[in-house]
């Protein structure tokens, strides 16, 4: 089986950058909100976030990519339904685990309530990351 093409460095780069700026614009207001964060923190501190997720996210989606192309033959634009169910979900559980910390540090909550705002922020990118890449890969087929 051959390998298929994977996304170039400059299309991985454009895809990080309209993620993360995309979520900043739909989910800081959100945060502010219902955390009772004032808005200047929450969004200094979804900035930070933003950044650890851009680093997560360009190393899990090349790997992921890289280990699906090498299990099923596909490129990351063909793939299914349940794949993509299973990609957004490790993302985010691997960002949970790096975000956890970076609450509580940043906020001054107690490792539940930060556990309680990183579940809601995960939750609301769980959908977001799925609704954004079925559209980018719809948007921006590898190889075209």
């Known amino acids: 089986m051959t390998q298929p093409a994977l996304r170039s ?11 993360e700026l995309g979520g900043l614009f739909l989910i800081t207001p959100p945060f502010t909100w219902l955390s009772g964060v ?10 930070m976030m933003a950044i650890i997720a851009a680093l997560w996210n360009g190393s899990y989606n090349t790997v ?4 699906e192309g090498r299990l099923t033959g596909r490129t990351a ?5 349940r794949m993509r169910i299973l ?18 540090w ?3 909550m107690g490792w539940m309530e930060a556990l309680l705002a990183d579940l809601g922020l995960s939750a609301a ?4 990351a799925f609704c954004f890449n079925l559209l980018y890969d719809r948007h921006f087929p590898i190889g075209a």
């Open 9 to 19: 460095l400059s299309d991985r780069l454009r895809q990080i950058a309209l993620f």
């Open 38 to 47: 004032p808005m200047e923190q929450s969004a200094g501190l979804l900035v």
């Open 64 to 67: 992921f990519d890289w280990i």
């Open 77 to 81: 634009d063909r793939r299914p339904l």
């Open 87 to 104: 990609h957004a979900t490790g993302f985010e559980g691997g960002l949970l685990l790096m975000s956890l910390p970076a609450i509580a």
């Open 106 to 108: 940043w906020t001054g």
């Open 125 to 128: 990118y769980l959908l977001y």
